[in-house]
């Protein structure tokens, strides 16, 4: 059974910083990509960054230049370390990754965690 346990959410000040933490198990974490998406108060959930398995990133582009995305494979983890926060970045974030070679209605997702960023 695949779990995805984020962590590392919080309240932070405008330009401050977090990380954000995602622990997989159950799969051979080095053989998936993995993806941060996050879902704003009466928005619908939007993707934030994505880890492939082959060791490339990808980003929104509302996020480029203050968001990276990395992964430990020895600790089956995948981060996203956030800077120059902004209070549009409040949100539930989520860990994703996929079931099959791409994104489907049977991925598997944690739980999220909370970012309030202050103004």
């Known amino acids: 059974q695949v779990q995805l346990v984020e962590s590392g959410g919080g309240l932070v000040q405008a330009g401050g910083s977090l990380r954000l933490s995602c622990v997989a198990s159950?799969?051979?974490?080095?053989?998936?990509?993995m993806g941060w998406f996050r879902q704003a108060a009466g928005k619908e959930r939007e993707f934030v960054a994505m880890?492939?398995?082959?060791?490339?990133?990808s980003y929104a582009d509302s996020v480029k230049g203050r968001f990276t995305i990395s992964r430990d494979n020895a600790k089956n983890t995948v981060y996203l370390q956030m800077n120059s926060l902004k209070a549009e970045d409040t949100a539930v974030y989520y860990c994703?990754?996929?079931?099959?070679?791409?994104w489907g209605p049977g991925d598997y997702w944690g739980q999220g965690t909370q970012v309030t960023v202050s103004s």
């Open positions: 994703r990754s996929p079931r099959g070679t791409g």
């Open positions: 159950g799969r051979t974490f080095s053989l998936h990509s």
């Open positions: 880890s492939w398995r082959g060791g490339l990133t």
